[in-house]
């Protein structure tokens, strides 16, 4: 199983966003499961309740035998900035393995 490990500032996501947000990037990275370290992710609201574009995630996830890559966006939503963060990376680390191979 993936090993990811969710920090925040307090408890502002739910159970189920935090599961959704496991699940995401399952999906996204479960191939290249065997060649990724730990996997954490930073969340941060950085208003708190006022709203707005405020939700900010960061994705660091290191590769075995090299660099990290580190993915962070922001969006009012945390449901749709987990499935846009979750496809970029899985199309990141898959570009960064691909180049890996052809050298």
């Known amino acids: 199983?993936?090993?990811?490990?969710?920090?925040?500032?307090?408890?502002?996501?739910s159970e189920n966003q935090l599961e959704?947000?496991?699940?995401?990037?399952?999906?996204?990275?479960?191939?290249?499961?065997?060649?990724?370290?730990r996997i954490a992710v930073y969340?941060?609201?950085?208003?708190?309740?006022?709203?707005?574009?405020?939700?900010?995630c960061k994705v660091i996830i290191p590769l075995r035998r090299g660099k990290s890559i580190v993915m962070e966006d922001r969006d009012s939503n945390w449901l749709a900035l987990f499935d846009r963060i979750a496809e970029r990376i899985g199309y990141n680390v898959s570009k960064e393995l691909e180049r890996r191979r052809s050298r």
């Open 1 to 13: 199983m993936m090993q990811v490990a969710v920090h925040s500032d307090r408890r502002i996501i």
């Open 20 to 37: 959704v947000l496991h699940k995401r990037l399952e999906f996204a990275l479960q191939r290249f499961e065997a060649r990724l370290g």
């Open 43 to 56: 969340l941060h609201d950085l208003n708190g309740d006022k709203g707005g574009v405020d939700k900010q």
